[in-house]
């Protein structure tokens, strides 16, 4: 047993765990003394061999914790002291000593495989199985090294501890780091333990499960811990401050601020109220509304509101104006009486529960007391009610009869007023007129103190307002008569007034203070506004305002602003510019906290009105409120409305006011988290079906937005490359048909945001820091910019200020012109990134979508117009001339030039070079118009490409002669092929150009190519004839287009001309419809039945068929017309019958369409 006394006095060294607390010791203490007396009745009654593992007694010293550190002489042999006896043969070490020993020694793998070892054979090892199956022997926490002691205790047993219990992370020895190959006894499962068996997986689980277990242990402890903090947050002395005061409010515990935001936001999801919710879970999202516990406090959750709220009229409410209700009790007693629950000292607050419970009984029954007699003091005032009434009309009429007349009731009235508590405004405001009213009748013989000093102290503070100390007394002249004032009384009577109504008393009230016109005002409103004609409503907004800014009585605000939104049934423009007017002012006097609290609920109320004008009031406040709200309401609150009506609301003209109500928020906002919901509202808006709604967007929603990017650096990085990867894809996905729609939306958005961008590369410049405004500052040329399409993408308003723009114009033109744009991170980014894939979108588009050509023609207009001529010439002409690169030598002649053949040509001829007007530039455009029309003609390319820049540049008058000019080029040029398109390109400019151009310029070259030699020019030159006969009135030319026209049909040389013969017809078929009645009845149709005559003597059938089938489309659109009785005899129905006749022989399938037109007919 002396072996045992290093073990047992071992609970002190190296085995105490600073991480525990004193309970957890205590619990190893009396685990360990268990353990102990387990092991005592095993070993005492066993009578097995002495050499089994059943017969090793745990009071062995090595078993019960020896504070021998291992590897130490000495070891052994007090083992084999302790098993064999003193003089005794040393026995054989036994099992359990050995397993200490290795548990000791943290070799807790070998001391695994010997307990496994021991299980097969079925001699478990209490000792092993103990240790194996407590999960806390294998936690990982901070600790000493296996073998080492505790600090400052060389050499303590890492075994020891607490009476022999087995090493641990809780006894301060070795550390066992967590690894998949360990696991606790209970979690071992040895058959799959298998060499094919992968057990990392099952360990790992069983590892999680018990981390899980500990980590909510620790959560709960934390939890009890911020509990009790919480109740001992606020300061000692406020406390007793509060609870003595019971008018000054304690401030909110963070603890019951968790508890009423996790009520509230219940409550809120159980009504339907989702949006508001998710708002409130935003503003708070530090809390998780999903789990109470997530509170913090350990209690059950309450109630919900509705039930608290039902629950409240079941107690008693004591009010800090309770005192102020009182009669005949002195103001010690009350001062006495009020603090006793506050002034309790901490310590007794949790002790003397019992006590305090008794106290707030009493207080309590007092307090009942004190509202009985209240409510009879409140019904003997109600009963002397009518007396005063006819006491102020008689004084109102002679405030003085006679100093001595009716002491005794002057004196009673005295008394009454001093005893009776005052209950609400009204009843203080009758009282004091009372006193007013008969001050100069009080006989003078009643003690001051008996009238005033009665009253409570609250009436006390008030009274002298309206005591006759306060204010110049009136004196009126007293009649030298002996009549009685009986009489006196009797004669007035005859005088009409009346007190009676709720009118009459307030007439019969002179307010003497600001306070009683506000109460006044406030009561008189409500019955004034609904008697006021429509019309003229607006005239009472200053006064509502002015009441509802000053008025003392939260209630009475908020009706007076509800009056205020429901002044006007429908409220027309100029009415809800008033309104707002008003509550602007409204804002700038009362505060952000008010205007939140007493505005905001008026707007909410509205926001799903049945008229529209009142939603649009509430829009349009919105916008106007946001520079006076609080920030986190702005971005919260504010902004989910504005949304909410954006998207649900059908009118247009709200859903417009949204918008630039968004637009005024956008300017104001400051938290990042909302920019990506700015960003997804943005892209609602600019996707509206209504125009007004769409450029509300781009005049004020989209330029506010793209401030705010411009702020938080996402206009490069984000903003523009979302959009230009929307227009990609779009362009990706529309190859079978794209949508122009989304197309014009996402490239109008770029539009709007070019003066954006170029203000922050002037910002961003290297020379901005150089832009002073000192001496003269130069002007700006009035046409250097595009004209903004609202203020707000007027780059002098995005700078600041015109003069500071033309300073930073001036340094950067010369920064572009001499020192380039090294360092200049913005512009290189405009240079390298936007304008590539600018060009390589341009190129992927459909050149023969006149929409889609148009949009980015005025996309880069605009571009190279902001950012200036130099750039321009230096930065935006050398990417596309590199792309397209305009020579003969890169002629296809089967294919053409590929690039030749894109949208990149009419973009870059009417976006770009067309930006100046200079002559160089309309030298350039010529020049590049004339080479793109000769290298399409001699590859053999499509033309579709040049008949898209003319009929972009022909758009503009500005530009026909110019096109004119090019035409004319191709008119002399020595290729038939050029003239052949030359030819073909009159017909897109006849439509636009006046018939002064066209008799000087177009007819004079369209008769010399119908004379070229080539005949595939002169057909060229036949549908711009024909456009001519359908656009001219001018019969000189129309008569000699006639006169070449007949050439053509009746010249011998073209009579087997097959081609030019189906030209003819197909431009008939198109013209014929909208040209001149008389060329019309003279020349088309007579011409169309040679033609169908002729046609049934031809002799290949493919060709037949060809002229058959453009025939029927031409005799199709003239059968619209109206056609006299002999033109249709003579020629119509005849050339039908002949075409007939083609098509029986030809094309059956079409007989019966003719057989209809003729029927028509």
């Not at 609970?11 to 268990?34: I, K």
């Not at 007092?366 to 003091?377: D, Q």
């Not at 009105?609 to 406040?621: F, I, M, Q």
């Not at 050029?978 to 066209?998: D, H, I, P, S, Y």
Request: glycine share 6%.
């Amino acid at each position: 047993m002396a072996a045992m006394a290093p073990g047992g006095g071992g609970s002190g060294g190296g085995g105490v765990n600073p991480f525990l607390s004193d309970s957890d010791e205590d619990d190893d203490e009396v685990a360990a003394t268990e353990e102990r007396r387990a092991g005592l009745r095993l070993g005492s009654g066993s009578g097995l061999d002495p050499g089994s593992a059943d017969s090793l007694s745990p009071q062995d010293p090595v078993a019960l914790g020896s504070s021998a550190r291992p590897g130490l002489p000495g070891e052994v042999s007090t083992a084999a002291v302790a098993l064999g006896g003193c003089g005794e043969t040393p026995a054989r070490l036994s099992i359990d000593a050995i397993a200490a020993q290795l548990l000791r020694d943290q070799y807790l793998l070998t001391a695994l495989e010997l307990h496994t070892e021991l299980l097969e054979s079925g001699r478990e090892l209490p000792r092993l199985r103990d240790y194996f199956s407590n999960p806390g022997n294998f936690e990982r926490q901070s600790g000493t090294p296996p073998g080492m002691g505790a600090p400052g205790i060389p050499g303590a047993a890492g075994i020891g501890g607490a009476g022999g219990r087995e090493p641990s992370t809780t006894s301060g020895g070795g550390q066992l780091n967590r690894a998949g190959s360990i696991s606790t006894l209970d979690s071992l499962d040895f058959a799959r333990y298998s060499d094919d068996g992968n057990r990392e997986t099952d360990e790992r689980v069983a590892v999680l499960e018990f981390e899980l277990r500990k980590a909510k242990e620790t959560i709960q402890a934390l939890r009890a811990n911020l509990t009790k903090a919480a109740e001992h947050e606020v300061p000692l002395q406020e406390r007793k401050n509060y609870k003595s005061s019971p008018e000054i409010q304690e401030p909110i515990k963070p603890l019951e601020k968790r508890a009423l935001n996790f009520l509230v936001n219940e409550f809120l999801l159980k009504n339907n109220y989702k949006l508001t919710s998710i708002t409130f879970s935003d503003e708070n999202d530090d809390q998780d509304f999903e789990l109470w516990d997530d509170v913090g406090l350990n209690i059950p959750k309450p109630p919900d509101l509705l039930q608290l709220y039902r629950d409240f009229g079941n107690h008693q409410v004591t009010g800090k104006d309770l005192v102020d209700v009182a009669s005949g009790v002195e103001e010690d007693e009350l001062e006495a009486l009020t603090p006793v629950l506050g002034n309790l000292p901490p310590s007794l607050e949790t002790p003397q529960t019992v006590e305090n419970s008794l106290l707030v009984q009493k207080l309590e029954d007092k307090i009942s007391l004190l509202n009985s007699e209240k409510w009879s003091l409140m019904e003997q005032i109600r009963r002397l009610e009518s007396e005063m009434d006819f006491l102020k009309n008689e004084h109102f009429a002679i405030p003085v009869v006679c100093d001595s007349v009716q002491p005794s009731l002057d004196h009673k009235d005295s008394e009454d007023t001093g005893q009776n508590p005052v209950i609400n405004s009204s009843d203080k405001e009758k009282d004091k007129d009372i006193h007013l009213s008969k001050s100069d009748e009080v006989d003078s013989s009643i003690p001051k103190e008996n009238f005033p000093s009665s009253l409570p102290r609250r009436e006390r503070e008030e009274m002298p307002s309206s005591s006759p100390s306060s204010k110049n007394t009136v004196h009126f002249d007293k009649p030298n008569r002996k009549l009685s004032p009986a009489f006196h009384q009797a004669l007035l009577s005859f005088c009409r007034m009346s007190a009676d109504s709720r009118l009459g008393s307030e007439v019969s009230r002179i307010a003497d203070s600001e306070k009683s016109v506000m109460l006044m005002l406030g009561r008189c409103l409500p019955h004034i506004v609904p008697n006021v004609l429509l019309a003229k409503r607006e005239e009472l907004i200053p006064l509502i305002l002015c009441t509802a800014c000053l008025h003392p009585e939260p209630k009475e605000r908020d009706q007076l602003l509800h009056i205020l939104f429901n002044l006007i049934k429908r409220p027309d423009d100029e009415q809800r510019q008033m309104i707002l007017t008003g509550c602007v002012a409204f804002a700038r006097h009362v505060g952000p906290t008010r205007v939140e609290a007493e505005l905001l609920p008026q707007c909410w109320e509205q926001i799903n009105h049945k008229y529209p004008e009142r939603r649009l009031l509430v829009a349009e406040s919105c916008g106007a409120l946001a520079p006076h709200l609080p920030k986190e309401i702005r971005s919260s609150l504010v902004l989910s409305m504005l949304q909410q009506m954006l998207m649900e609301d059908k009118a247009d003209l709200v859903r417009e006011a949204v918008i630039k109500s968004l637009g005024i928020i956008m300017g104001y906002i400051d938290d990042p988290d909302k920019y990506q919901q700015g960003f997804e509202l943005l892209l609602s808006a600019l996707g509206d079906p209504s125009e007004r709604v769409v450029s509300a967007t781009h005049q004020v929603f989209l330029p506010a937005y793209a401030a705010w990017t411009t702020e938080l650096g996402n206009l490069q990085s984000h903003l523009i490359p979302t959009l230009l990867n929307k227009i990609e894809k779009l362009l990706r996905e529309g190859e079978h048909g794209l949508d122009e729609h989304k197309l014009h939306m996402y490239l109008s958005a770029l539009q709007s945001l070019i003066p954006s961008l170029f203000a922050l590369v002037l910002q961003n410049a290297p020379f901005s820091s150089k832009a002073k405004l000192h001496g003269e500052v130069p002007q700006i040329e009035v046409t250097r910019f595009p004209r903004p399409m609202s203020p707000l993408q007027d780059v002098s308003t995005i700078i600041g200020s015109r003069e500071q723009l033309a300073v930073l114009l001036q340094l950067y033109d010369y920064q572009l012109e001499h020192e380039g744009t090294t360092g200049w991170e913005t512009l290189l980014w405009v240079v390298n990134q936007l304008l590539p894939q600018l060009i390589e979108i341009v190129g992927k588009i459909n050149v023969t979508s006149t929409a889609c050509v148009h949009e980015f023609s005025r996309f880069f207009w605009r571009l190279c117009r902001t950012f200036g001529k130099i750039f321009t010439n230096t930065k935006v002409k050398p990417q596309f001339q590199e792309i397209l690169r305009l020579s003969e030598e890169n002629i296809d002649s089967s294919a053409g030039n590929g690039v030749l053949t894109k949208a990149t040509v009419p973009i870059y001829a009417t976006g770009v070079l067309t930006c100046y007007i200079q002559e160089e530039d309309r030298k350039l455009l010529v020049g590049f118009l004339e080479d793109v029309m000769t290298l399409l003609s001699l590859s053999h390319a499509p033309l579709d490409s040049l008949k898209a820049s003319f009929v972009e540049l022909g758009a503009n008058p500005a530009y026909h002669e110019l096109l004119l000019t090019v035409l004319w080029y191709g008119v002399v040029h020595t290729s038939a092929l050029v003239r052949c398109t030359a030819a073909r390109m009159f017909e897109l400019l006849v439509k636009g150009v006046n018939e002064t151009l066209v008799a000087q310029r177009v007819v004079p070259a369209l008769i010399t190519l119908s004379s070229d030699p080539e005949i595939s020019v002169r057909i060229a030159t036949i549908p711009a004839f024909g456009t001519i006969m359908e656009t001219v009135i001018q019969r000189e030319l129309l008569e000699r287009v006639k006169m070449q026209l007949a050439s053509f049909l009746e010249d011998p040389q073209y009579q087997d001309q097959y081609s030019l013969h189906t030209e003819i017809i197909k431009t008939f078929g198109r013209v014929g419809p909208n040209a001149e009645p008389r060329f019309r009845d003279e020349f088309v149709i007579p011409h169309l039945h040679k033609l169908a005559l002729v046609n049934n003597l031809q002799i290949v059938d493919s060709k037949r068929l060809d002229i058959a089938t453009h025939l029927f489309e031409a005799y199709s659109a003239l059968s619209c017309c109206f056609i006299s009785e002999d033109l249709m005899v003579n020629h119509f129905l005849p050339g039908l019958r002949c075409l007939r006749t083609d098509m029986e022989h030809l094309s059956p399938e079409h007989e019966l369409n003719v057989n209809c037109c003729k029927l028509s007919e």
